[in-house]
Each structure stands twice: as C-alpha cells, then as structure tokens.
C-alpha cells in the first residue's frame, strides 16, 4: 500500500509523453481534393436479412454500406424495393420539387424577405423517401433539413413560405425561426432549434404508441454533429430499453457548420455502429441512393411495426451547400469537395435511373423542371400577399401573448395591453387587423 | 504596462495614460483579450463548438489556433455537457480552459456540469480542487434570431451559488472584463450581447445601425488590462434619476434619456454578481428614483434582484416606486421581435412616471 499521497508526472521509462488528438479534416479551402480513400462499395452486393432478424445479424451492415443504383443505373440486388415507374416518377418529382422550394426561398432570404433560411440539397433522397417509405399516419421528429418530408406528405407549400415569412398567415403566428416548421396534422413534429431534443421524444412518442396498443411508429432525423448530444444517447438507451417501435436517423452530411465528422467520432467507426452498442438494428445507407433510402425506411419500418424493436439508420451524404443563410462554407472547406462527391447527386441518379427504364427522358425532366419553378414562384407570391418580415403584416400583437400557458395569466394580460399601448404610441396610425 | 490602467471611477478616460488606444468592435476586443491570455499563460485552452479552423460562428477566436496551435484551440463535439465537464475536468488538472457556447440559449444541455459541479467544486472540495474556468456566450436579441438565438439567461446563472456572472457594453470593457475573467480563480459567465457586437443600438430598429467608430467605448488600449469583476461603470453622472442597465440596454438607456433631456445618472452593472452595490446605493441615495432596465423576461429576472436591494438599502431616499423595464415573459419571438424588445417607449413611459413630480 502507498504511503501518503502519490507523485506525481514521474518519467516512465522511455514511455513518449501523452500527446492530444484534434481531429482535421483532409480538405480545407483551395485544396485538391481526392475521395480515393473513400470506400464506396458496388451497388447490390450486401444481403437483406429478414426483417425480423436478430440485431446482430444486421450489425455488418453497420460498417457497410446499403446500395441499390449502380454506375449504369439500373437498380440491383437484394435490397431493391421495386418499385413501379409510377412511384419512381412521384419521388422524382417531389425530391426536384423540394430543390427547387429551397433555390426560390434561398433567394428570398438574400432579397431581404425574411432573416433565415436552410437549404437541403443534396440530401433530398433521405427525407422524401423516407417519407414515402413511412405510412403517412407515423410520426416524423425531423431536423431542420427534413423539408423533403413535409412537401412529400403534401404540406402546402404556400404556408411553408408563410412561415418562412413570419407573416399573417404564418401557422406559428410568426413565434419561431422561418423554417422550424410544426405540422401536426401531418405527422410532423414541431422542430426545435435546439439540436438532438427530438430523438428522446420520437422514442417517447413510440413508447406511447405501444402504450396504447397502437399500429404506427415513430420515426427522428438528426445530423451526424447533433448525435454527439447526449440526448442521442438517451435516446438509444430508451429505444434498445424498452424495445421501441422508432427508427432513428444519422444524416451524415459530412458537416456541422464548418465542423467535420470527424468531431463527433466518424474517424473511429461509423455512426450506424453506434447501434451495436446498444444492441438494436443498424444500417448504413447511401444517401444521395433514394432507391437504398427507401429499402431501409422499409426495412426498419416494417421491423418496428412487427414489434421487432428500433433501428439506427446512418445516412451518408454531403451538404452540398452552406450551412445555413448565415454562413459561407467558403471559409472552412474546399469547394472542390461537393464536385468531386463520389456518391453524386441523388436527384440526377433517380432521373438517369428512370431513363435507363425507358420510363423518362431529359425532355421530361426539363419540362418538369420549369413546372416546379413555376409552382413554387405561385406559392411564394400567394404567400407575399400576406406580408413578408419586417413590412407590418404579421399575426396580431396580443397572439405573441398567447400559448405561453393554455390561459393567460394577469401578469400576460398586463404585459398585452402594455405592448398595444406602446404600439399606439410609435405608430399612431396603426390599425391591426382583428385586434380588439 | 501597468495591470491597472483603469481607474474605477472614469474607466473610459483613463485609459489614455500611456496605453495608446485603437478603434475595435467588440468581437476584436474580445479577440485581442484571448490573444493576449493565451500569450500569457500556457495554462490557457480554448473549446468549443466551430472555434478552431473557423474561428467561431461569430469570429471571437478567429486566428487563434493558427497562432496559437490545435492543442490550445479547438473545436468540440456538439455537446454542452461535454464542452463544460471537460472543462471542469482540465481545470481539476491545472488548466484555465475559456469554453465557448456557441448560444447562451444553447447552454441548457451543460447546466448540470455547470450548476452542480463547476459552480460548486471550490466549496464541496474545501478548495482542494477549482473550477477557473470563464464561459463565453453571446445572449440576448435584436437580431432577428427567433426563440433559440436570443434569450438572455443571465438571471439563472446569478441564482447558482458559486458563480459569478458578467456582461460588458462596450469593446474597452469586453477586452478588459474579459482578461479579469480569465484570471479570476472562480467560474465565469461571460454573456456577450451579439446587438452590439458591432456597434452600439440606441433601440431604434427603424434606424441605421452604427459602428463603434466614434464611441469612447470603442477605443481599446492596446495590451494588457483588466477591470476588476464587481466594479460598475457609471456611464453619465446625473442628480434627477438613477438608471441600472447592462449589455445591450446601456445603450437604449442612454439614447432614450438623451431624447428625453433627463439628468439621469446611468450606470451600466457590467457585473451582476458580483454587484456593485457601493456605486449603485451612493446613486440611489443621490438621486432618490431608480429605473432598472433588461432586455430578459420580467418574471424572476435580475431586475427583481436589484430592485429589491434598492428597497433594502435604499428605502428612505426613495421618492417614488423604483420602476423595473425589461422583456416581456413569453418566448422571444420572431416577427414582433420588436414589440417584445424593452424599446425606447417602454423605457420612455417608466421614465414619464418616475419624472411626473
Ligand atoms: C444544443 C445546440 N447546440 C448548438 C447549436 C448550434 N448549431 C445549430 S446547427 C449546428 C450544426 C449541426 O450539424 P449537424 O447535426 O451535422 O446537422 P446539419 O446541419 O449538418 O444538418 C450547430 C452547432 C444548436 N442549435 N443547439
Ligand atoms: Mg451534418
């Protein structure tokens, strides 16, 4: 036994001293960059266990990676969801009519007509076929990139713009940030800015529905940056627990504003591994893959429904764009990055898929095309009828009192009639629509 | 250079003595203050999330882990809890690790490192083990930011016991509050108010914004100093009304009693805890009225604090009620950001009442 207190720091032979690991990512801006080490496997190889399977037996695929299209377009191997042209059309659709939503409401923001906006390209195969893979009745916990999801479930896009400008029409009455959307009547959960809360709730939310003896699952989006939250965590925890009928998603977009994967773990293991560790389901998808996306939303959805418990699901993408209005990748990463992305660009990979089936053509992509920015630039003008930040037309002062608590109480009621009161005396002249 | 170029009574004059200034924003004020921490004392680490190659979503750190190397400034997973348990852990070893939290609306998921273990570990350990750590945060509105880029929390943090809570208005005394922080042997809250980053807001939105160029507050020494924690400023000496404020609103106080030809005595707190509650007892004793201003909800806020102690302390010099103006107690919102904001005519009114006699 010691006596008394160690010493401390001794020399330890010819030990080296401990050094500190900071993970870098390869490429910063103006580099040269080269994805050779990337391993990308051949489409259609990995074998599709039984939905019912142990989680152990998908645990390989963890470490893998599910493909479907391959470099000639066609759609192979055991994971393919076969799919009718019919439907490949639809998700066509829907994941341009998503990237055409982002590009007008992009340029919105910078036109000054609102403070902020997200785009999602390049990850629009993961939520729109997710969404078609789900029954529209299951509950989706989404991030802020999940927009795919509610234009796939039909939301109109005239309110999604509303909220975008927090005008009168706004649904959420102008209270949150343009594009933390809540739809509830579409099985969308309200999105919260503060990252990974929504991973423990979707649990929640597939606990009650088991609870209760229900038939529908729940089902949450993160970023690979959000999963070092330890709401991940407890997450998992919950989900391996009590066998929830969840599916939980990674979005591994590569980035977290200019932070790389590596700073939440990528350089060690996969984050489909994670799901070994707890002893549920895994898979690792290409994500810029809708046709993988798809089999795998099945797959884990059909899996939780069967009362087989959770899945974890990574998906791996690129951000192909800026964080966010606010930044400018630009600054932190090589541009070179997005055109040399070894796993494409999910939209082109679907369209050249179609026409390899003789079921498109790049006419008929044009064509839609031009549709879809037409559609869009109707929503948006219908939308700017109703008032755009900052112009005046917003909900009525006294509803940024209400839904604090399901009733006012008098310290809210006093602070109302305080903000009208001061309404009146900077803007004399002002009338409020439906305001008493 | 001397440590204390600042004189406690006219801070911002005294800084010419020998210390040539230069015209920064904030943002540079704060960066020079880590700089030259880092230079200092190789105890010094600096965490967070985007703070290295990127230099932080707001630029604080930016140069920093070029200078200064990967091993001092680097960036952290997204997780509060781990940001601020690691740092409580570097600072058990010996280190003087300056945590940023990219949000302070983005603290939440660190409270119990912060409020159970940091706050907490000088007492529980009968100083055997400290927590010298200083939190950076940028907090509070006007920005447009919705609910989760514009809360101010300040008040929270003012309630642990254990630790100490700062707020700076100007570039001259983020530099200088900002380096007694860092050497301050107890954890720090210091909540930066990201309106002013760039320049101060007199709380008209209708207005152009302002740069720092031309304000007394933007010319910082260069160098080292420090302005001792728990010392206020007092921003204009006045005999009609003493006005307590901080961050953002020391300048909408200033603006808006300007306007209204008010003598008021302003003092910005710039430390909440610890308070300066020589400066504010000897204004209030003066000026017998007291307006208490901040941009956080009502409910529960410092104001409740600081009024309370004004009755305590100050009771029979008041008169007339000590009035207290701050946010409203909801949510910060997005499109009535401004109709939430403690603006000039909410100041104005609170300032009519106090003035009626
Ligand atoms: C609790 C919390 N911490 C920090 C932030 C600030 N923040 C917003 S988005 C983001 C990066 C998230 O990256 P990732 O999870 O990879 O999602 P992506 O943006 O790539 O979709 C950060 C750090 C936040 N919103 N909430
Ligand atoms: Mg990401």
């Known amino acids: ?436 | 250079m001397p440590e204390e170029t600042i004189s406690k009574d006219n801070p911002l004059t005294d800084t010419g003595a020998g210390a040539p200034g230069r015209q920064m924003n904030m943002i540079e004020a704060i960066n020079d203050a880590l700089d030259i921490m880092m230079a200092r004392d190789p105890d010094i680490v600096i965490l967070g999330e985007d703070v290295g190659y990127f230099g932080g979503v707001f630029r604080a750190t930016a140069g920093l882990q070029k200078k200064f190397g990967r091993n001092r400034v680097f960036d952290a997973p997204i997780n509060e809890c781990g940001i601020i348990g690691a740092a409580v852990g570097m600072a058990a070893y010996g280190l003087r690790p300056v945590p940023e939290i990219q949000f302070a609306d983005y603290i939440y998921p660190g409270l119990d490192q912060l409020v159970s273990e940091a706050a907490r570990m000088r007492y529980r350990s009968a100083g055997e083990f400290t927590s010298p750590i200083t939190i950076r945060s940028p907090f509070g509105g006007g920005i447009f930011g919705g609910q989760t880029h514009s809360q101010s929390p300040e008040a929270m943090f003012t309630h642990v016991a254990g630790l100490k809570t700062i707020i700076p208005a100007t570039p001259h005394d983020a530099k200088g509050l900002l380096i007694a922080a860092i050497e301050d042997n107890d954890p720090v809250m210091f909540f930066e108010p990201k309106r002013i980053y760039n320049g101060p807001f007199g709380g008209d939105y209708d207005k152009p914004s302002r740069t720092w160029k031309g304000h007394p507050g933007g010319e910082v020494p260069e160098g080292y100093y420090k302005i001792p924690l728990g010392k206020a400023r007092i921003v204009r000496e006045g005999e009609a009304l003493t006005v307590l404020c901080y961050g953002t609103m020391v300048h909408v106080a200033e603006a808006v009693l300007a306007d209204k030809g008010v003598d008021a005595e302003i003092i910005d707190l710039r430390s909440l805890v610890p308070l300066d509650i020589e400066t504010v007892e000897k204004s209030v004793q003066k000026t017998g009225k007291c307006l208490v201003i901040h941009e956080a909800t009502r409910t529960s806020g410092f104001g409740a604090e600081l009024v309370t102690l004004v009755q305590e302390r100050c009771f029979y010099h008041l008169e007339a009620p000590v009035e207290r103006v701050t946010g409203f107690d909801t949510p910060y919102p997005h499109s009535l950001e401004w109709a939430y904001f403690p603006g000039p005519v909410r100041i104005g009114e609170a300032v009519d009442r106090l003035m009626k006699d």
């Open chain 1, 1 to 436: 036994m010691a006596e008394g207190p160690v010493e401390k720091g001794i020399a330890r032979g010819n030990l080296p001293p401990l050094e500190l690991y900071v993970p870098e990512p390869k490429y910063r801006p103006g580099d040269v960059v080269d994805y050779s080490h990337l391993p990308v496997p051949p489409a259609g190889l990995l074998a599709r266990p039984d939905e019912t399977c142990p989680a152990s037996e998908t645990w390989p695929l963890t470490l893998d990676m599910v493909r479907v299209l391959d470099d000639d377009d066609h759609a192979v191997g055991a994971w393919n969801p076969g799919l009718d042209p019919e439907t490949l059309r639809r998700m066509l659709r829907t994941m341009a009519l998503t990237r055409a939503f982002d590009d007008r409401l992009y340029r919105s923001q910078r036109q000054g007509k609102t403070s902020f906006y997200m785009k999602c390209t390049g990850e629009e195969a993961i939520s729109v076929a997710c969404a078609m893979a789900l029954a529209g009745d299951d509950m989706v916990f989404p991030s802020y990139r999940q927009q795919g999801i509610l234009i796939s479930r039909g939301y109109p896009l005239v309110d999604m713009v509303n909220q975008i400008y927090s005008n009168r029409a706004d649904p959420l009455k102008g209270r949150q940030l343009p594009i933390m959307y809540s739809a509830k009547d579409y099985g969308f959960f309200s999105i919260s800015g503060n990252l990974a809360t929504q991973f423990p709730q979707a649990v929640g939310w597939a606990m009650a529905s088991a609870i209760k003896g229900d038939t529908r699952i729940a089902t949450a989006f993160i970023g690979e940056g959000s999963s070092a939250e330890g709401d991940f965590h407890a997450a998992m925890t919950f989900a391996a627990v009590y066998n929830a009928p969840v599916v939980l998603h990674v979005v591994n977009n590569q980035w977290a504003i200019s932070s790389f994967s590596g700073f939440a773990g990528a350089e060690r293991t996969t984050f489909a591994a994670r799901a070994t560790g707890y002893g549920i389901a895994g898979l690792r998808v290409d994500g810029n893959d809708a046709l993988a996306v798809y089999a795998a939303m099945e797959w884990a959805a059909n899996r939780a429904r069967a009362n087989q418990g959770p899945t974890l699901i990574e998906h791996f993408t690129y951000r192909a764009e800026g964080h966010s209005t606010s930044d400018d990748p630009s600054a932190y990463r090589s541009a070179q990055e997005r055109e040399e992305w070894p796993l494409g660009d999910p939209i082109m990979r679907l369209k050249k898929h179609l026409i390899a089936l003789g079921e498109w053509s790049e006419e008929q992509q044009e064509a839609m095309d031009r549709e879809l920015v037409e559609q869009v630039k109707v929503a948006t003008k219908e939308a700017e009828k109703n008032g755009i930040l900052g112009h005046g037309m917003h909900h009525p002062f006294h509803t940024m009192f209400e839904d604090v608590f399901e009733e006012l109480p008098w310290h809210l009621e006093e602070q109302a009639a305080q903000a009208m009161r001061e309404r009146g005396i900077k803007w004399p002249e002002w009338k409020e629509r439906d305001d008493a």
